[in-house]
């Protein structure tokens, strides 16, 4: 006669194996996937942003319009869709879902007044006066000193002599 093997864990096994699955269990992931679109056209948006209010975990749609995001926040939280040039939407989670279907409006912004100023030189500074100086022997050859000639403003008027 053949005996049959029943394995048997200890008590302490079990209880190790319990403890050691237990932070997997109580950490359930809630996932949340869907689609955003234009609400007019129906167009899938680019990079539109999802994310759990109050939190800093969030996501961005893909190429079609498609999002996804994973948390360990226990529900009901609420998720915020927002996109630039359109309303933000925000929906409850109170469990996980894979078809959700976001649609957003498009919503005019009103921006405060922009100045724009510019500054250039005046042409009165360029016309300013200018003085030559030029350095000049004394007869007798031992000293010099500068000799100031008068002084005569440049204006566009004013050309070059050319070389005959």
Known sequence: MQTKFVP?????????FALLLFPFWASAQIKVSGTILDKDSGEPLIGASIQIKGKVT??????DGK????????????LVFSYTGYANVEIEVTSSRNDLRVELETQ???ATE????????????LESPVTIE???????????????????PISKAYKQPRAV
Do not use: C, H, N, Y
């Open 114 to 125: 922009v100045v724009i100023s510019a500054s250039r030189v005046e042409e009165r500074i």
């Open 67 to 78: 999002f996804e995001i994973a948390t360990d926040v226990a529900p009901p939280f609420t």
């Open 134 to 152: 030029k350095w000049m022997p004394l007869p007798s050859g031992r000293q010099r000193r500068p000799i100031f000639t008068t002084a005569f």
């Open 8 to 16: 048997r864990f200890s008590p302490g096994f079990l209880v190790f």
């Open 108 to 110: 005019s912004i009103l």
């Open 58 to 63: 969030g996501t961005v749609s893909d190429l």
